[in-house]
């Protein structure tokens, strides 16, 4: 099993990239967020793999955090969800996004993500509930309130960002009606 890579990055074409370790040429497959953080080509990499052998091929995943590739062998272990699967749902949301959808069960978060229908992101909630948080190290998720998940979702459905709408959840008071909590919410955002 290989668990670890360091070397010299060669070649970057998204999702796939070349590192060098010592003559060696490995081929790893990274998530997004993983491949936007990669040094300049040429330049020291390490990263954290997973090592995938099936009948027909031999595939290297990586990793820039021990965190991704812990949600990443989570999401392998479920019915249905395969490398590539898992691999495009990490490269859509981070694992804390992903810890907070699960956390706060919302289905909607996933069904964005390319790949993923509702049946799949309903499976992946249901699968992953208690498995993802705290013991990632991820536990500044904080479960908040049925009315905040709602305007959360209203800012979403806005067309705001994920951050945009958790940075004015976090200015709003905790026990605010939905209506009031969105018109306070877009003000807030407005400036």
Known sequence: MIGRLSGTL????PPEILVDCQGV????????????????LGEKVNL????????DAQILYGFATAQERAAFRELIKISGVGPRTALAVLSGMSVAELAQAVTQQQAGRLVKVPGIGK???ERLLLELKGKLGADMGLS???PVSD??????QALLALGYSEREAAA?????????QV???????LKALAK
Not at 25 to 40: D, I, K, S
Not at 48 to 55: D, G, I, K, N, Y
């Open 10 to 13: 060669l070649e970057k074409n």
């Open 119 to 121: 049946k799949t992101a």
């Open 147 to 152: 009315a905040q998940a709602d305007i959360q």
């Open 140 to 142: 500044g998720t904080h």
């Open 25 to 40: 040429g490995y081929e790893v497959q990274v998530t997004m967020g993983t491949f936007y953080n990669l040094p300049n």
């Open 48 to 55: 954290q793999t997973h090592f995938v052998v099936r009948e």
């Open 179 to 185: 209506s009031e909590g969105i018109k306070l919410a």
């Open 168 to 176: 004015a959840l976090k200015a709003l008071p905790m026990d605010v």
